[in-house]
């Protein structure tokens, strides 16, 4: 696609040129001082900073997980949450979320990395709880099961 | 189109009357979280524990317009035997939580017919 660079005075002169170059994915401006200015959609540039704020976390996680110790809930910040799953479910999470990444900035609609992360906080606060976790990550056989009844008033 | 009473192409009808309906799934429960289910209809009320009753009888691991499922990520969400389904958590809105597997042909001990299971996993109330 051709990326045609605009000047100052074209935001009076050519504004609908402009707008509709923005529109379109971009409109360069350049500035009397050689500043480059970029005007795109709000959409896509709501996906730009997800991505770079979700590949920034990434990063940080992967570090921690690679880490042979034990990490501390310091350390995870905003993904303290993450502290209730084991290694290899926190790697898990880092996969699942870097192809989610991939994909959304491709679909250029994060929408997917919401959804991942979503679903493995619902999964993180089942497991806060010691009850739920015994049966959720423990040997569960059928043979701990009884027969549950309809519910009635 | 032709006026004629002759119709030469109709529904033909089941042989033996209408097919038997699929039979529903049996609900288990944990034994840790059977007296949580005792007390179900006092916590989310008779028409939510109703609706989720009906959801794992007929349609378990479908979605439903009322609550929403979520399958559990991780060593969490994995069957806990051959033939299970993943753990669907199923959240009735700001009243609580069920986390349920599923298994189509389910045959207990070697003499049992295979038939539908759900087995209600954990059970919580509130919201989260």
Known sequence: ?153 | MSNSAYTPFGPARHPGGKPEAKPGYRVLVHKKFRNRWAEVVDRVGLQQAQQFWDHVAATPGQKSPIASITILKGKAGLPMADGWSRTHHYEISGAGRIDYQYHNEYAAGAVGDPHRVVAIMTISFGSH
Do not use: C
Request: proline fraction near 3%.
């Open chain 1, 1 to 153: 696609m051709e990326h045609v660079i605009f000047q100052a005075s074209d935001l009076a002169k050519e504004r609908v040129r402009v707008l509709d170059a923005a529109r379109a994915g971009r409109a360069v401006v350049r500035d009397k001082d050689g500043t480059g200015l970029v005007m795109l959609p709000e959409s896509h540039l709501a996906v730009l900073e997800g991505y770079a704020r979700w590949s920034q976390t990434l990063q940080r996680l992967n570090v921690l997980v690679a880490a042979e110790r034990q990490v501390s809930v310091a350390e995870l910040g905003d993904l303290a949450w993450l502290r209730v799953f084991d290694k290899d479910d926190q790697r898990a999470f880092s996969d699942e979320l870097h192809e989610a990444l991939i994909a959304g900035l491709s679909d250029e609609d994060l929408s997917a990395v919401d959804e991942v992360v979503a679903d493995w906080k619902v999964t993180a606060r089942q497991l806060e709880d010691p009850l739920r976790r015994s049966v959720l990550l423990g040997a569960t056989d059928p043979d701990d099961f009884v027969e549950a009844h309809k519910p009635q008033g």
